[in-house]
């Protein structure tokens, strides 16, 4: 009776110490990303000039988004990639399998390959890629041409540079989801497999009975993540286009310009960075959306043990 | 899943903050009690830094109680960051100036007009002009620019076409274009470049005849015909296979293609004297003439300005840097190490770094040089150009549709300004 305020002076100081742990993640977090949301929200309903100073204009920034082809041509372009960049799941699944064989030698020096694209700067990686392509002196044209192919102009062609950046894409995130899959694949019980090859099960019928259901919360994760990393493309696009102005020189930039590069161009070229705003104020929408569209469908394919 | 949604965005929202937030640094350091003033002067040109501080170093000779600390960004953030700077009033104290931002800092009043009268007839009439605002000079000139077609003397040689002569006309130009261009050797007359207007279509455009902005910079000039001839000069010479089309020349710039001699001609600046000087293929297969004549003789003259921030603190001080940068004596020892400089009569030593080519051609095209086109947001327009005329340039559409859409956006924009 007596001691009873003791356990909770105790607890009210343990959770005063809570909040002084969090505190420096918190704050960080409230100043550099809740206030600049917030503030972006704001500035969605105003117009700027070009240096400072902004006016209320309610929704008109929103009325001039709905009627503007690009914005349209961007969210298309921008869920097409998308679309295609889940493409990259499967492969890093598959992959994953192969290094998760029992057995396999220089597991890590494959591991080291898969990644190392990860690693690597992504400005880098397009400025490699745009030379692998050019139509004229890339690697990839002289290989055709050897086999009598005459290969375009792959992100200078309006049928073929969304597709060459999608490659580009997929082969820069595979690494990083292959690693989380082989993670999920090695949390995978090995008594299920002993079990299945009593059973009978050959390899293939383990990796689509066994494999697959069982990494199907690690492939959840994984679309969520390369989805909302999709939608927000713009260093590949930027530097593989021919950055700033030179972009919308090349033939196939209407195919190939993305929500945040048009948000970009907006901002820093124009100076119109009201509007801006509001474009990327859509896109939070837009992958909020998208986000809670895929929370629904988990539950049509994600097997949870 | 609002979290990371949120947290997602607000992530690509803090970045793009703290980009624009990073130019917020280099605000001018103040005076010291004992009336020491360092000025902060802001640069693009990486090849210019060290000729810079030599001015600042000879300026401060003469004004003891003054340093200047030559603050270099380069080319591509060079206004994004200007522009964070301005907002944050962090300018620096003298900076670059170019033709198509002028208008929008002199508009905005972010930068100072001079104050004092001085003559200005040292420098060619279209700079002066390009930095005048409302009646009012904003900048001193300090370098300019005009352009040349370069051309390679040994395709010239292999295809037996005579050198351009110094009167040579657009006819002139398709002949030797026709007779340049060799398909199995994959060698082009030219590039019809699309990204570089100052150096390809607004120099047709005005030798046409034609337009690219009304003297009031409020009507855009891509409706007249005479401007649409001046666009047609360009693609005519893609659809004869005379250029290379759109898409090889954004996987390969002209620049490069010319450097590997897959170009006969190049239209370029004074500026290219560097590049074409230091390039162990250029160096000795190029030389330079001036611009074959339309219905009449124009070539694009710019030129950069120092300009001082209306928001300086010490505005005395930085009026004598811009002073002492626009004298016949910083002129003479810019042409010795860099562009040519704007100063009338010091242009000279620049000719003679280069006795192997005709660069006496770029000044005396100032004659009938006409101004880089601006207006207040020339930005805006320039990418309403880029955006319309890249598909005359594919041929995807009649180049006159193109122009005319091009015109009808442009004067939308204009309006807005």
Redesign the interface.
Known sequence: MSDGGGPARGSRAEALWGYAFIAPTGLGLAIFYLWPVLQTAYFSFTEWGPFGGHTWTGLANYTRLLGDPEVGRAVLNTLTYTALGLLGIPVAIVFAALLNRPGLRGVSLYRTAFFLPVVTMPVAVAMLWRWLYNGDYGLINQVLAVVGIDGPNWIADPATALYALVVVGIWSSVGYNLIIFLAGMQAIPKELYEAASMDGAGRVRQFFRITLPMVSPTAFFVSIVSVIGSLQLFDLVFVMTGSGKAARANPAYTRLQTVVQLFYERAFVTNDRGYAAAVVIALLVLIAVLTVLQFRLQRRWVHYV | ??K???????????A???SACGGGEQAGAGATAQGKVTLSYGVWDATQQAVMRDLAAEFTKSHPNITVDVQLTPW?DYW?KM?AA???GAAPDVFWMNGPNFQ?YAS?G?IAPIGERIDTSVYPKALVDLYTYDGKLYGLPKDMDTVGVWYNKTLFDAAKVDYPADDWTWADFRRAAAALTDPDKGVYAVGAQ??SFQEYQYNTIYQAGGYVISPDGKQSGYADPKTIEGLRFWTDLIAAKQSPD???M???APLQLFEAGKLAMYWGGSWNVAEFGTNDYTKDKVDVAPLPKGEKQATIIHGVANVMSAKTEHPAEAWEFVKFLGSGQAAGLLGKKGPIPAYNGTQQDWVRAHPEWKLQTFLDSVAYAVPYPVSK?T??W??AE??HL?KA??GETPVERAAADLAAGMNDLLAEE
């Open positions: 899943m609002w990371s949604a949120r947290s997602a965005a607000a992530l690509l929202c803090a793009l903050l703290a591509v994004t522009k301005v907002s944050g929008l905005n972010v699309l990204t759109l898409k090889t954004t996987d390969t947001n930005a805006a320039q990418e880029l955006t890249t340039w594919t």
